[in-house]
């Protein structure tokens, strides 16, 4: 890793006109000494100044480490002109300022970026933009794949209270820009995520949600980095950062896999402990404690030294926070895991009593766990990445209520490593016309305490018997002797999700017209219900 061996100057101002005559607004920072250096490119909406130090170390860091940093206003967003519309202008635009950042004064004509969150997805932007230069490394940071499916929803479950918190930020941004006070102080003074939701979608002029809401598959297409460069050779070395609670986990987690499929020896991924932030050795609202501390800015300084400069070690392919042991594991590559199936039972009682519901390596005699979900009083989420607390929460008050259906295994009587996508295949049956189903699975101490450790969503249309699959996110965790796992399954997930109105499509039902809807959670005899694994085949924990 390079010493910080410079002193650094600036912020200047940097300017790059566009053909349509819009300006975007940088800010430059400069290593101080002889030479030419690499060029370092965030290019974020929410002014330029912030930088991502939210997570990420002050620009003028990286600069001290012999880099040109430029952190650029994206359209419509801090000092540059234009319109800000979330994703649209970022192809062109990224692309231009590719060109431009290549070649500032002082500059080697070797160009990385990076940056988090929105940042994350303008790299993949600017690729698709197909200009005359692409960039020599990225690093994106928890970033957004198909945005559709891994940001705005979950299967068909709307991700309100994210999405209209995200739009409300991003519509005050611009409500502050054109001095509309009246605008923003009537988005600041709603607090309840619905009436924000219908508030932001009358507003096309200074929100995105409308387009979101609509879930048209001409604008996902054409917004979604996956889809654009499904036939880019994604030859430029990635390091993919991610955290286990983070939400767009599965953004990251698809992106390394695109890029590790057509280039695996220069793509790179590690994923923490962490939510969206913080990082450092927190695991949501978690201390997950002093062996969970890693540097990303340590770490992409590094990779960049490898890839722009040519020295240094060329950085691991794959590190993963093991949230059983708590401890980072560097890998040769992704592991390979193989499914191991956990079938649910109980006596009947699953839902009414925590201690009811199991686990098991074979499936019992038929039963069914049968529950209400109570609009007037819907299941909140806990834990994980969209819950209350997020991340590694302990869950363990929560199973106790009757309308959760909680199964859990018997302590292990050896250690088993898990890493990869789980799931589970749940039958169910109701006479609502349409449910929701939350599944979470947890990992479960002697002591009691029952920590989140992946969340999945679903929403189903029809009423019967329904055989359904939820997709659960990734982990990645060594479940030691004595500890078990525990898969609870509810009926809503508020304020996350919209609650279900019961009979009848969500935009004709008002909150008072709201049903309950009886499930029935089916299992054991030759109802297959079960939670399914990845466990490793290709290392030891």
Known sequence: MSPASYGVSGPERGELLLDDGVVLVSDIYRPVGEGTFPVLLMRQPYGRAIASTLVLA????????GYIVVIQDVRGCGDSGGVFEAFVSEIADGARTLEWAAALPGSNGKLGLYGFSYQAVTQYFAIAGKGSVRPDAIAPAMGSWMPRDDWAYEGTAFRLGLNAGWAAQMARLTAARREDARTYGAIGAVTDEAALRYLLVSRPDISHLAKWVADEKDY?????????LADDPLDIPVLHTGGWADFLLQGTWAADAAFRAKHPDSTHLVIGCWAHAP???????????AGAELSIDRAQLAFFDFYLKGFGEKPQPVRLFDMGRRRWLDLAGRPVSSEAEFFLSSS?????????????????????????HDPTRPTPLVGGHLGTPVGFADRSNH????????YTTAPFDAARFFVGEASAEIEVETQSEGFDLCATLSLVAPSGEARVLSTGYARFAGGGRVSTRISLRPICVTVSEGFALRLSLQGAGTPVFEVHPG????????????????????????TRSRLIMPEATDHVA
């Open 58 to 65: 002050h620009p003028s860091w990286y600069a001290s480490h």
């Open 220 to 228: 996902w297409d054409a917004v979604s980095p996956g889809a654009l």
């Open 279 to 289: 990082w450092n050795r927190a695991g949501g609202a978690s201390d997950m404690g």
């Open 348 to 372: 009947g009682l699953g839902a009414a009593m925590v201690s009811d519901g199991s686990l098991s390596m074979e499936s019992g005699a038929q039963a069914r766990d049968t529950f209400v």
């Open 399 to 406: 199973d106790n209520r009757a309308d959760v259906a909680v």
């Open 503 to 526: 009979n009848g499509p969500f935009a004709s039902v008002p909150e008072m017209a709201r049903r309950p809807i009886t499930i029935s959670i089916c299992h054991g005899g030759t």
